[in-house]
């Protein structure tokens, strides 16, 4: 993948031919990576299972009788009827309240995973190429960042701020790109001292070119997989702040929430707590299975996939 890059100064059909060849490898290396990820069979179950998760918060309310805010009906109502899970002590229907906060779970999740991923591989990438000053300054902040109490600070910024679903999610974000930061840094420190990196600043190619054009294409596969594992940190992380009552509140509402709302009936109506537990746990899980195949997946040593 990168040493087409060596012929970035080079004009005419010897050009041309040497680019076909490495689109070439890169089609096969793509259909490599994506044979392994379909064979790894807990990942693509997993990748059915949180597909047909999300689809299916965003569908099935549509033909509920009973939409998330009603509260029409009468509190902690037994599951039957109208009301598959029963209601909550408000009135409200808990299935539609269980597929309302998973539609908000995962907004903050993806949220998070996106926003904290795009900073830390910018970071990371620019402080492994530049290296020296630049470096040690942008570690510093990731070391200053690495030793704050984040769950703390984070409660007191959401609540602080206020706490709809997209604060939490920035604020999240904020405390969620360090890790991938300093993986991106120690792959660039390795790819900026390669050939391809070297004959492209040769050819006057700035720091920016590099880094969008060479470093990060080549860390695609480390970029990936800590991105999925970043949906679950965010899932778990939410719910945390959620419970203890600093995380998204009212009209908004996410799956740690619901269960803060019902922990204390888990032995008198347990399906108003355990329906949103286990939706985190899937969640969660599910994300994780995800996460194990594509690193299955991206690894060039790798000669047999794991069911």
Not at 80 to 94: N, Y
């Amino acid at each position: 993948m990168a040493n087409a890059t060596q012929t970035a100064t080079v004009d005419g059909p010897a050009a041309d031919a040497v680019r076909h060849e490495f689109d070439a490898k890169a089609r096969s290396q793509t259909s490599i990576i994506f044979g392994r990820f379909v064979r790894h069979r807990l990942a693509m179950a997993s990748l059915g299972v949180l597909i047909l998760l999300a689809i299916a918060s965003f569908v099935v309310p549509l033909f509920l009788k009973y939409n998330y805010s009603d509260t029409s009906a009468g509190g902690y109502l037994r599951p039957g009827g109208g009301h598959l899970l029963g209601t909550d002590q408000l009135g409200r229907d808990a299935l539609a309240q269980l597929l309302r906060g998973t539609q908000f779970s995962l907004a903050i999740a993806f949220t998070v995973a996106i926003s904290s991923t795009i900073v830390g591989v910018l970071v990371g990438a620019v402080a492994g190429y530049l290296k020296g000053f630049v470096d040690n300054a942008l570690m510093r902040l990731v070391d200053l960042f690495l030793i704050v109490p984040q769950i703390a600070l984070a409660a007191i910024l959401v609540h602080a701020w206020s706490s709809t679903w997209w604060v939490v999610a920035i604020v999240l974000a904020l405390f969620n790109w360090m890790q991938i930061a300093r993986i991106t840094r120690g792959e660039a420190l390795s790819l900026s001292a390669r050939e391809f990196v070297e004959a492209s600043r040769a050819a006057g190619a700035g720091t920016w070119h590099i880094v969008f054009k060479h470093l990060i294409p080549n860390m695609v596969g480390t970029i990936t997989v800590n991105a999925t594992l970043s949906v679950s940190t965010a899932v778990l992380t939410e719910a945390a702040l959620s419970f203890i009552g600093l995380g998204v509140q009212l009209p908004d509402t996410s799956l740690g929430l619901i269960v803060q709302d019902n922990y204390t009936q888990v032995l008198l109506r347990p399906w108003l707590f355990w329906g949103p537990f286990l939706a985190i746990v899937l969640i969660s899980m599910t994300i994780s299975f995800i996460g194990d195949g594509l690193r299955d997946a991206f690894d060039p040593r790798q000669t047999k996939v794991r069911a």
